[in-house]
């Protein structure tokens, strides 16, 4: 049974940082690219940043692009998103995803495994 589970939510304040952390089972991690996607209230899930699977080609949506760094540890099957300067717009639920396509970018139909989420509060 596949399992991915995000950590590391929380509140921060803005120009804070966080380290969210997804960790996946009953799958082959290496062989999927991973993603992180977002939604905040009453908004559409949109991908935030994703990697692909042999860790060489990274891509950021541009609200986040220059503050956020995805990565990934196969031997760990464990995906990463530091996410540094936050600010009020980048509250929401984080989630992670899973896709066997090269070609996944922020396409949410591409992605076969998710997450339940992780909340990310950005607030003074």
């Known amino acids: 049974q596949f399992a991915l589970v995000e950590s590391g939510g929380g509140l921060a304040q803005p120009g804070g940082s966080l380290r969210l952390s997804c960790a996946t089972s009953?799958?082959?991690?290496?062989?999927?690219?991973m993603g992180w996607f977002r939604q905040a209230p009453g908004k559409d899930r949109e991908g935030v940043a994703c990697?692909?699977?042999?860790?060489?080609?990274?891509f950021y949506a541009d609200s986040v692009n220059g503050r956020f760094t995805i990565s990934r540890d196969n031997a760990k099957n464990t995906v990463y998103l530091q996410m540094n300067t936050l600010t009020l717009e980048d509250t929401a639920v984080y989630y992670c995803a899973a896709s066997r396509r090269p070609d996944a970018f922020f396409t949410t139909d591409h992605y076969t495994y998710w997450g339940q989420g992780t909340q990310v509060t950005v607030s003074s």
């Open positions: 990697i692909a699977s042999r860790r060489v080609r990274t």
């Open positions: 009953g799958f082959t991690m290496n062989t999927y690219a």
